[in-house]
Each structure stands twice: as C-alpha cells, then as structure tokens.
Nanobody, 119 residues
Framework: QVQLVESGGGLVRAGDSLRLSCAASGGTFRPYAMGWVRQAPGKEREIVAHIAWSGSSTWYSDSVKGRFIISKNNAKNTVFLQMNSLKPEDTAVYFC????????????WGQGTQVTVSS
C-alpha cells in the first residue's frame, strides 16, 4: 500500500518562501504523475501543480504560476513544491497526491500539511 507523507508546512509572512516535500513509501511506487493540491477553509480543493513522473512535464494553476515550482527525485520517490512570494491567499492545507492509473482523479493522497501566510 502506497503512503504519501508531506512535510515542510508552517507559518510564514507574505513574501516569504517555503518548500514542501512529499515522500512516497510502501510497495512498488511507479506513478504516472504527482501533484500538489490545496484546500483553504470554505473552498474547494484546487490542484496547484502537477508533474509527470517520467520526463519533466509540469503544469501549474494560474494562481501560482511564476511563483511555485514543482520538482521531483525519482530515485527517492519524492516530490517537492517550492513556494515563493507567498501571499495570504495561499493559506491552505496542502496535499500531495499520486496518479497511478492515468485516471481522472488522483489515487493516493497524503495527510496534508498546513501552510499559513500572514499579511
């Protein structure tokens, strides 16, 4: 059973940077893609970044494009989210997720890590 564990969240000020990590463990982990999804209080989940596991294709939501960078280390089954120029509206729980069957939704999710950006 695949497990995803996020780390790196915290409380920062607007304009600061933060780096999230997500480590996968358990079984043979060969996803098609990984993503970072956030959910703010009272709002729907939003996919903010997505990366293909093979190759380096990435996608970003308009809300974070130019500020966030998703990257990965295939050998260590780890994906990262570098968040720069953080804004109060980036405050949310950030989840790591994995797509293992090219389906419409992610198949595995981490427990989430809180990111709070003060103004």
């Amino acid at each position: 059973q695949v497990q995803l564990v996020e780390s790196g969240g915290g409380l920062v000020r607007a304009g600061d940077s933060l780096r999230l990590s997500c480590a996968a463990s358990g079984g043979t982990f060969r996803p098609y893609a990984m993503g970072w999804v956030r959910q703010a209080p009272g709002k729907e989940r939003e996919i903010v970044a997505h990366i293909a596991w093979s190759g380096s294709s990435t996608w970003y939501s308009d809300s974070v494009k130019g500020r966030f960078i998703i990257s990965k280390n295939n050998a260590k089954n780890t994906v990262f989210l570098q968040m720069n120029s953080l804004k109060p509206e980036d405050t949310a729980v950030y989840f790591c997720a994995a797509d293992v069957d090219l389906g419409a939704e992610y198949d595995y999710w981490g427990q989430g890590t809180q990111v709070t950006v003060s103004s």
